[in-house]
C-alpha cells in the first residue's frame, strides 16, 4: 500500500487520485506545506506528490525524520509543469520499473583512473567531458555522479551540464540569467538526457523554492524530464567517491529506491560529513527488475563485538546482523567501530545502517573490484578503539620544549612528526568508511620511526649530564607556586611514609599543569602531570651491600591503547667526575606497552675497583616518557668503601 501526502490547494496534489486507479487502497493525506502535522496517520510507504515551488527543506527533513521513525519510506512526485507530472502518475506502472541499458559512473574530482570489475562505465576527470558525456545521454542510463555545481550547472572537464528550462522562451531566461546568454563553455542540457536512474551528488538543490525564477534554470528538475527516479542533495554539501559506488551497487542489486534513500541519507550522517542530506524524486518501491545476486550473510551479535571470516567480496557483500536493543542504541549514536587486523591493499568500503524496528543491522561491504580474503572483519559497539594516540603524543612532544628539551635537533624532529601527522588527516579520515589500511600501516611505521629517534635523542640529552629535578628547568616558562593544601595531607613519600611537599607549575597558554614533590626526610623528588593518583616509576631497593645496591623499576600502562615507552637511567653525584668510579648497569630502553601491561627493570649501581676512599650520597633518577609525557621519580642511597 502507497499513501499520498497533499498541500491544501495546491492543484498538483489533487492530480494524485489518478494514482487511485493503481493501488489496492487509495489514502490521501492534506497538509500544510508549513509542516509535517497529521503525519501520524501515515502508516506505509507514503509519497508527497506537490507543486515543486512548495516543497521546503524543512518540510522535507520532517517528513524523513518520520518516514526513519516509523521504518517506512517515501519519495516525493513533482515536475515542473502539471502536465508532465500527471503523466508521471498515469504511468504509474512503468514508473516503478527500472531497466537501465547502460550503467554510468562520474567521479568529477577524482583525478586517476580506477580500476572496477563493474558493469559499469566510470568516468573521472579527464573522462567527464562533454564529448564522452554527449555520446551516452540517449541511452537508459542508471547515472551516478560526484560531480560540482550548483542548481544552474553541473561542471564537466571541458563544460557544463546546463539546468536551462528549454520549455520557458531563452528569451525570458536571459532577462532574469544575462549571464546564461554569454556563456561560453561547451554544454549538455540536463533535460535531453535520458536517464533513468539518476544519483546527483553535487551542491546542486533541486528545490526551485529557494531561489527567485527557480523554475528557469535547474538541474535536477529538469533531469526530472525523463528520469523515473532522482536522488539528489538538497543543499550544498561534500561529496564521497564511495557514496557514488555505494548508490551503484544498490540500485543494481536491486533495492528499492525508498530504502536506497534511507541508506545513503543514514550512509552520510555515520561514515561521511553530512546530515540526510538527500531527497528522492520518484516511487519508493521503484527498483531494478533483473538485479545481480547479491551476497548475504545472516549473523546474531549478542555481545558488544562480533568477528566475521569472509573469503572474498565479489563487489557488495551484506552482513545482516540480528541485534538487541542496546546493541542498536549505541549504533544510532554512532558508537560503533568496523575493522580488519589483516592488511588491506584495495578500497573495501563499509556503511553501517541501523533498522531499529526490525532488530537488525544491515553492515555493507563494496568494492571497485573483487577482493579475495581471507579477510578478518570486526564490528563492535561502544567506545570506538582508535583513539587518536599520535595526535596525543604530538601534543605531549610540544611540552617537551617547556620542560627543557629544548635542543634543535629534538625539536627539529618534534617539527618533522607533525608534518606526518598531516599526511594521516586524510587517510584517518577515509578510515571512517574504508577498511583499506595499507597506507595508515605505512604512515603509522615512519611516525613510529620519528618516535624513536626523539625518544633516542631525549635519552641522550638526559645521559649528557648530571640530573636535575625537573622543578629546576621550568624558569620562565611555568608559574611556580604552592600546591593546595588538600595534596600536602594526602600524599606522602613512598619510601618512609612521610608527606610530601609538593609545587604546582603551570603554562595556561598551552595548556599545561606539573606537579613536583619533595620528601624532607629522605630526599627524594617526584615530578609527575598527574596527582589522582600520583604517577611516577616505582622503584624499589631489593639488595644492598655498602658499596651495591639493586633495585627494581616498574612503570605500567593504564590505557586503553598501546604506548610507546622511554625509561631512562642516570645517576646524579656532587661531581660529575666522579662517575668515572660507579658503575650504573642500564642506561636506557624504548619499548612498548599493551594495554594493562607492565615492564620492570633490574637495575644495579656500584663502586668499582678503586684506591680511592669512597663514602657518598648517590641519587638514583628514574625518567619515564610514556607517551612522551615525562614522570621523574628518584631514589637517594649512600655508597662505600671504607
Known amino acids: 500500500m502507497l499513501e499520498v501526502v497533499a498541500f491544501r490547494g495546491d492543484e498538483y496534489g489533487l492530480s494524485a487520485r489518478i494514482l487511485a486507479d493503481f493501488l489496492d487502497e487509495f489514502r490521501i493525506h492534506e497538509m500544510s506545506p508549513d509542516n509535517f502535522n497529521g503525519k501520524e496517520e501515515i502508516e506505509n510507504d507514503f509519497i508527497i506528490v506537490c507543486n515543486p515551488k512548495l516543497l521546503t527543506e524543512n518540510f522535507l527533513r520532517q517528513a524523513y525524520e518520520y518516514s526513519r521513525d516509523r521504518g517506512i519510506y517515501f519519495g516525493v512526485i513533482s515536475a515542473l509543469s502539471i502536465d508532465l507530472l500527471r503523466e508521471k502518475l498515469a504511468n504509474y506502472q512503468e514508473q516503478i520499473v527500472l531497466d537501465p541499458q547502460q550503467y554510468l559512473i562520474i567521479l568529477r574530482k577524482e583525478n586517476k583512473s580506477i580500476k572496477h570489475r563493474l558493469n559499469a562505465e566510470v568516468f573521472t576527470r579527464y573522462e567527464s567531458t562533454v564529448d564522452n558525456f554527449d555520446r551516452v545521454k540517449h541511452k537508459k542510463l542508471c547515472l551516478s555522479m560526484v ?24 528569451e525570458e531566461i536571459y532577462r532574469y540569467f544575462p549571464d546564461c546568454q554569454n556563456c561560453e563553455y561547451e554544454r ?67 533495492f528499492e529506491a525508498g530504502e536506497v534513500l534511507y541508506i545513503l541519507n543514514t550512509n552520510s550522517y555515520n561514515h561521511c ?6 531527497i528522492l524524486y520518484g516511487f519508493p518501491n521503484a527498483k531494478v527488475t533483473i538485479p545481480e545476486k547479491l551476497e548475504v550473510d545472516r549473523l546474531r ?70 577482493v579475495n580474503g581471507p579477510l578478518r572483519i570486526v564490528f563492535g559497539v561502544g567506545k570506538k578503539l582508535r583513539e587518536d594516540v599520535y595526535s596525543k603524543r604530538y601534543f605531549n612532544m610540544r611540552k617537551l620544549e ?96 612521610n608527606y610530601l611537599s609538593i609545587k604546582e607549575s603551570e603554562n595556561t597558554l598551552v595548556p599545561m599543569k606539573r606537579y613536583s614533590g619533595f620528601c624532607s626526610n629522605c ?7 598527574s596527582v589522582h ?28 591503547h ?79 668503601n671504607v
Open 147 to 170: 560531480i560540482d555545481g550548483n542548481r544552474r550547472h553541473l561542471h564537466l572537464s571541458d563544460g557544463k551540464i546546463c539546468g536551462i528550462n528549454r520549455d520557458i522562451p531563452l
Open 188 to 254: 549538455v542540457y540536463a533535460q535531453d538526457v535520458q536517464a533513468e536512474c539518476i544519483f546527483m551528488d553535487s551542491c546542486s538543490s533541486t528545490l526551485i523554492s529557494t531561489s527567485e525564477k527557480g523554475e528557469y534554470i535547474n538541474v535536477g528538475m529538469n533531469f526530472l524530464k525523463n528520469a523515473k527516479v532522482l536522488i539528489s542533495s538538497y543543499r550544498p554539501k561534500q561529496g564521497y567517491n564511495s557514496e557514488a559506488l555505494l548508490f551503484h551497487h544498490l540500485i543494481s542489486h536491486g
Open 273 to 278: 560529513s553530512d546530515y540526510l542530506p538527500y
Open 301 to 370: 551479535m549478542e555481545k558488544s563485538e562480533i568477528v566475521v571470516d569472509i573469503n572474498r567480496i565479489s563487489g557488495m557483500r551484506l552482513l545482516e546482523i540480528h541485534a538487541g536493543e542496546d546493541i542498536l542504541n549505541e549504533v544510532l549514536k554512532r558508537q560503533f567501530y568496523v575493522f580488519s587486523s589483516d592488511e588491506i591493499r584495495k578500497d573495501v568500503f563499509y556503511s553501517v545502517i541501523p533498522y531499529p524496528l526490525k532488530n537488525s543491522i544491515k553492515l555493507f561491504l563494496y568494492s571497485w573490484e573483487e
Open 402 to 497: 617547556l620542560l627543557g628539551f629544548r635542543h634543535k635537533k629534538i625539536q627539529n624532529q618534534v617539527h618533522d612528526y607533525f608534518s606526518k601527522i598531516n599526511e594521516q588527516t586524510e587517510v584517518l579520515d577515509e578510515a571512517n568508511r574504508n577498511l583499506k589500511n595499507f597506507d595508515l600501516h605505512r604512515l603509522s611505521k615512519n611516525l613510529s620511526a620519528v618516535e624513536e629517534r626523539i625518544y633516542n635523542l631525549l635519552a641522550d640529552h638526559l645521559l649528557s649530564q648530571n640530573p636535575k629535578f625537573f622543578i629546576e628547568v621550568y624558569g620562565e616558562n611555568m608559574t611556580v607556586r604552592c600546591a593546595e593544601e588538600d595534596l600536602h595531607k594526602t600524599i606522602r613519600c613512598p619510601y618512609c611514609g
Open 523 to 529: 630526599h627524594n623528588v617526584f615530578d609527575t602531570e
Open 533 to 560: 593518583p600520583p604517577k611516577y616509576p616505582e622503584i624499589v631497593l631489593v639488595h644492598e651491600q655498602p658499596d651495591r645496591k639493586i633495585f627494581y623499576v616498574k612503570v605500567w600502562n593504564e590505557n586503553v
Open 562 to 640: 598501546t604506548t610507546n615507552n622511554l625509561v631512562c637511567f642516570n645517576l646524579w653525584c656532587e661531581n660529575r667526575s666522579e662517575m668515572e668510579n660507579i658503575y650504573l648497569s642500564r642506561d636506557f630502553q624504548v619499548f612498548t606497552l599493551e594495554p594493562g601491561g607492565e615492564e620492570k627493570f633490574e637495575v644495579e649501581v656500584a663502586l668499582k675497583r678503586t684506591d680511592q676512599r669512597i663514602n657518598k650520597t648517590y641519587c638514583l633518577y628514574v625518567y619515564w616518557f610514556e607517551d612522551f609525557n615525562l614522570s621523574v621519580s628518584t631514589y637517594t642511597f649512600r655508597l662505600k
